[in-house]
Nanobody, 122 residues
Framework: EVQLVESGGGSVQAGGSLRLSCTASGFTFDDSDMGWYRQVSGGKCELLATINSGGITHYADSVKGRFTISRDAAKNTVYLQMNSLKSEDTAGYYC????????????????WGQGTQVSVSS
């Protein structure tokens, strides 16, 4: 059974930082392209960052230069370091695994975690 467990969310003031973690199990982590999404209440979903098995990363324009995705194969964990947070970054953040599509869309991954909430106050 594939499991993705996110942690590290919370409340922070604008300009602050958070680091999200996602621990994976039930599949071969080393071989999997991993990603982070966010979803605001009301349903709008946004793919934020991806990292493939070779460590190559891509970012949405909205977070480029502020967020960094990384992975630790020894811990089966993928991270999202978020700096210079803004109020518009407030959302539920979700880890995803097993990329199905090369398109930059919310449906690109097969598995999602349960999410962790990030609230940024201005």
């Amino acid at each position: 059974e594939v499991q993705l467990v996110e942690s590290g969310g919370g409340s922070v003031q604008a300009g602050g930082s958070l680091r999200l973690s996602c621990t994976a199990s039930g599949f071969t982590f080393d071989d999997s392209d991993m990603g982070w999404y966010r979803q605001v209440s009301g349903g709008k979903c946004e793919l934020l960052a991806t990292i493939n098995s070779g460590g190559i990363t891509h970012y949405a324009d909205s977070v480029k230069g502020r967020f960094t995705i990384s992975r630790d194969a020894a811990k089966n964990t993928v991270y999202l370091q978020m700096n210079s947070l803004k109020s518009e970054d407030t959302a539920g953040y979700y880890c995803a695994a097993d990329r199905l599509s090369p398109d930059w869309i919310c449906g690109a991954y097969k598995y999602w975690g349960q999410g962790t909430q990030v609230s940024v106050s201005s």
